[in-house]
């Protein structure tokens, strides 16, 4: 169970850099905003996780095939109070096999402690409560430390006081917790049945606002999520009687 691995394309400079990571949650919302940050920001393809025991899957954009676990990266002034000069996206649209979600935080955060990355923030979805046609959703925040904390209110993001949060991002906090590493978790209330751009929308918003040097213009998501909705709402009424309950994704929803 210990095949994770880290393939770099090319040897680049992330000291100094803020990692974002993106695996898929409620909503899909975390995969739809990290493939926003990387075409928004034209970053580069630098590298790949790779495992024996993730999906046998090849993702294909702009007409050139990579792992199902990719990592980007480009210069950037970003971060809180643009304290970093790089970024750099993990990302995948498939969620790892249980077994090995916790080997899998811990390479991720050993290789950006290698590399020098200053801050990671991981990218969340949240089922919301209640009937969410009626309500504005909401974005939350958990930080690992004081410092973390403290920049979750200067933003006036509301802190998750009670919860549990699974999967990578699970990982990434209680370790970050544990290592004193500046771990931010930002969760996007949202649509539980269907991938929600408009949660992803309100996620980019919030990060915009955090990180303003990044320049991120979420309105293009806001623009296209009815209608994104309202195919994939048909799409979920036609594959009942035959299909599981998340049908197809179109791939043009990742940008």
């Known amino acids: 169970m210990d095949d994770i691995s880290i393939i770099e394309y090319k040897e680049v400079d992330l000291s100094n850099s803020m990692l974002v990571v993106a695996f898929p949650t409620v909503g899909l919302v975390s995969s739809i905003a990290g493939r926003f940050i990387i075409d928004s920001l034209k970053l580069d393809e630098i590298g790949a996780i790779v495992s024996k025991n993730f999906t046998p899957t090849t993702i294909i954009h702009n007409s050139i095939p990579s792992p199902p676990v990719r990592i980007y990266a480009g210069n950037k002034i970003c971060g809180p109070d643009d304290s970093?000069?790089?970024?750099?996206?993990?990302?995948?649209?498939?969620?790892?096999?249980?077994?090995?979600?916790?080997?899998?935080?811990?390479?991720?955060?050993?290789?950006?402690?290698?590399?020098?990355?200053?801050?990671?923030?991981?990218?969340?979805?949240?089922?919301?409560?209640?009937?969410i046609k009626k309500q504005k959703l909401q974005i939350y925040g958990v930080g690992t430390n004081p410092e973390m904390r403290s920049i979750l209110k200067k933003y006036k993001i509301r802190e998750t006081q009670e919860g549990m949060i699974t999967g990578v991002t699970g990982v990434l906090l209680y370790e970050g917790v544990l290592m004193n590493r500046d771990v931010l978790c930002l969760l996007a209330e949202a649509h539980a049945a269907y991938p929600d751009s408009r949660a992803a929308g309100n996620l980019l918003k919030k990060l915009d606002i955090m990180l303003?040097?990044?320049?991120?213009?979420?309105?293009?998501?806001?623009?296209?999520?009815?209608?994104?909705?309202?195919?994939?709402?048909?799409?979920?009424?036609?594959?009942?009687p035959t299909a599981p309950s998340m049908p197809p994704i179109p791939y043009s929803m990742y940008g």
């Open 212 to 240: 303003p040097e990044i320049k991120i213009d979420p309105k293009p998501l806001y623009k296209e999520a009815e209608e994104i909705e309202k195919n994939i709402r048909k799409l979920l009424e036609q594959s009942k």
């Open 84 to 131: 970093c000069e790089q970024i750099a996206v993990i990302i995948s649209e498939f969620m790892p096999p249980m077994d090995i979600i916790k080997l899998l935080g811990d390479t991720i955060l050993e290789w950006s402690d290698k590399k020098g990355c200053k801050t990671i923030v991981a990218l969340e979805g949240t089922h919301a409560v209640g009937d």
